[in-house]
């Protein structure tokens, strides 16, 4: 699966197994039931804090390929 800066968390954590892992390594632990996660994309996320995009993106697409 292609992985945007502009899906929102929870559209990814919805459609790869895995991703709730990666997402609460770059992010809080609780993202996966915030009620955000489903407004909030990828991009937003990374910039508050402090996370490189493209770096995340590339760990969640190599989760989308196993």
């Known amino acids: 699966m292609k992985i945007t800066k502009d899906m929102s968390l ?3 954590m919805d459609k790869i197994p895995g991703a709730v892992a990666v997402i609460e390594r770059y992010f809080e632990s609780g993202c996966a039931h915030c009620p ?5 994309t990828l ?4 910039m508050l ?9 590339t760990d969640l697409e190599a989760l989308s390929k196993e």
Do not use: L, P, T
């Not at 991009?43 to 990374?46: K, L, T």
């Open 49 to 57: 804090y402090g996370h490189d995009v493209n770096k995340i993106m």
């Open 43 to 46: 991009e937003m996320a990374a």
């Open 36 to 40: 955000g996660r489903k407004m909030e």
């Open 10 to 12: 929870g559209e990814i």
